[in-house]
């Protein structure tokens, strides 16, 4: 079955530094990958995917994603965060009419 | 123009009643999903519908019962709620293109407290 990992609870940066969040995923054959951002109290919004392509794939609010196929990892990432970034950000992977979601990973960026 | 919506947005109730959860999508997606977050599990799926009257259980489906007589909506039901359905609850809804899911979107969620 397909998973993914986020293997850090949080992310601390400062403002206007750049931004990190690491998600790997597992799963047979070509991979669909998918980033959501989550506010409080809202639900999950749609950041950006990949399907085919480039690997380099960019998405809402500058924020950007990098596929990798031989580590099987699609990080995101924002060359300079700000504070209204800091949200619960989730990775996802599709497979057998569903996706399937990471934990997590809060996002704490410091003024 | 809504989107996807969700009711109610709170709701509490005792152990042992019988609570729907309503979602309600304006765009004709044929999938729909329920999930429920929680604090260190994170987004787990419940049951999810392919298209009317075809529904298919996820992760966690022990407690509820879903129905989908119409395309646009997509009830949840608790048969006997548990404190351990104390939850947040999510609706969300996509297609499908060359067999494969497409971008799944999220409604705004129901907050659920058992007593």
């Known amino acids: 079955a397909q998973s993914v990992a986020q293997p850090e609870d949080q992310v601390n940066v400062a403002e206007g530094n750049p931004l990190t969040v690491k998600c790997t995923y597992s799963v047979s054959g070509n991979p669909y990958l998918f980033w959501y951002v989550q506010y409080p109290n809202r639900g999950l919004q749609f950041l950006l995917k990949y399907i085919t392509g480039d690997n380099l794939v960019k998405g809402s609010y500058g924020f950007e994603a990098e596929f990798n196929k031989s580590q099987t990892s699609f990080h995101l990432k924002k060359p300079s965060a700000l504070v209204s970034d800091s949200a619960l950000y989730f990775c996802?992977?599709?497979?057998?009419?569903?996706?399937?979601f990471g934990k997590g990973n809060q996002v704490v960026v410091i003024p | 123009d809504a989107g996807i919506t969700q009711s109610p947005r709170y709701k509490i109730t005792e152990t042992g009643r019988q609570v729907t959860l309503m979602c309600h999508q304006t765009?004709?997606?044929?999938?729909m999903f329920w999930y429920r977050q929680d604090l260190g599990h994170g987004l787990r799926l419940i049951y999810y519908?392919?298209?009317?009257?075809?529904?298919d259980k996820g992760e966690v489906p022990d407690g509820y019962v879903v129905s989908r007589s119409k395309t646009e909506n997509f009830p949840l039901t608790l048969e006997s709620a548990t404190r351990s359905q104390t939850s947040v609850y999510f609706c969300a809804s996509s297609d499908r293109l060359a067999g494969r899911q497409e971008t799944q979107y999220f409604g705004p969620g129901t907050r659920l407290l058992v007593l």
């Open positions: 996802a992977v599709e497979g057998n009419n569903r996706l399937a």
């Open positions: 519908s392919a298209a009317a009257d075809i529904t």
């Open positions: 765009w004709s997606h044929s999938y």
